[in-house]
């Protein structure tokens, strides 16, 4: 699976977009790009996950760009609930053998929503 | 919602001991995980399970093992815990597909120290 560079933390205005990059730049055609978050003392939470289209859903939006070397995650009026460590994961998805092998999860970025 | 149960939130031990860390979902997954979490570190996955008596090893197997005698619990077991086996403990699930779609849901955790 294709590494990832997040940075290790980000302040955001509490009702301001939160913007969360990812850099995946060896991600390979069939790869996925999944982000999770975990809230203090919580365990991880699925957030979204995307392929080559734009993706939203009621927590966040997926940016990937053309060239999918790069994401980012937008969660559009951010509130102090969203204080948490969100972790942008590569992955293939399609196996030929079925089954599953867990996800990699790195170390993340800690956004931290200011009131 | 999904929900995975883990039976302890805190528990403490001893050097030596047998432990036993429980894991229930309710929602007919296939795939279960363990995952250990130690600050600076991450998560790293332990050994996951894509059937009932199936395991498979993870990252980091060394010093546990795991126990899937029925679809909806997954045991952890450290054989004779050691005091570098403190951690915090999680357990997630995850519906399989032919697509292997990677959504994981998570549990509580459980803070284990040995001492």
């Known amino acids: 699976d294709a590494k990832t560079t997040q940075p290790p933390s980000m302040d955001c205005a509490e009702g301001r977009a939160a913007n969360l990059p990812c850099n995946h730049s060896?991600?390979?055609?069939?790869?996925?790009v999944y982000w999770y978050r975990q809230i203090h003392s919580q365990g991880p939470q699925y957030i979204i996950h995307g392929l080559k289209n734009n993706e939203t859903n009621e927590m966040a939006s997926l940016i990937i760009t053309e060239d999918r070397k790069s994401s980012t995650l937008i969660l559009p009026h951010a509130t102090l609930r969203d204080t948490a460590v969100y972790y942008c994961i590569v992955r293939v998805t399609i196996h030929s053998g079925g089954g599953a092998d867990g996800l990699t999860f790195g170390k993340g970025t800690h956004l931290i929503i200011q009131p | 919602d999904v929900k995975v149960t883990q039976s302890s939130r805190y528990l403490v031990k001893r050097t030596g001991e047998k432990v036993f860390l429980e894991c229930v979902q309710d929602m007919d997954h296939e795939n279960m995980f363990w995952y250990r979490q130690d600050p600076g570190l991450g998560l790293r996955l332990i050994y996951f399970?894509?059937?009932?008596?199936?395991?498979e090893k993870g990252d980091i197997p060394e010093g546990y093992s795991v126990s899937r005698e029925k679809k909806e619990r997954f045991s952890l077991i450290l054989e004779s815990a050691s005091t570098n086996q403190t951690s915090m403990y999680l357990c997630?699930?995850?519906?399989?597909?032919?697509?292997?779609?990677?959504?994981?849901?998570f549990g509580s955790g459980t803070q284990l120290s040995v001492l």
């Open positions: 399970s894509y059937d009932v008596k199936m395991k």
């Open positions: 060896t991600i390979s055609g069939n790869e996925y």
């Open positions: 997630a699930s995850s519906l399989w597909d032919f697509t292997r779609d990677e959504k994981l849901f």
